[in-house]
């Protein structure tokens, strides 16, 4: 799957590989499937991708902050 680059609504942009897949095992692409958000369910799929995406940027924050401790930076 292709990298994809994702806004949130505070102006962060990341990229990610994402991989979508059917209920049935298939995968498909991100352009072959809208999320608007305008169901409670689609909601809180955006809600999951959101936090799914915040907790990975923390993460690498993390990642970044502790390697800058170890060299001594």
Known sequence: ?????????????????????????????????VITGRSEQERRILDLAREIIEDGLERERKEKENGANRNGE
């Open 1 to 33: 799957m292709p990298i994809r680059e994702i806004t949130l609504d505070d102006g962060t942009v990341c990229r990610r590989k994402i991989t979508n897949i059917h209920p049935d095992g298939t995968e498909f692409l991100p352009e072959e499937f």
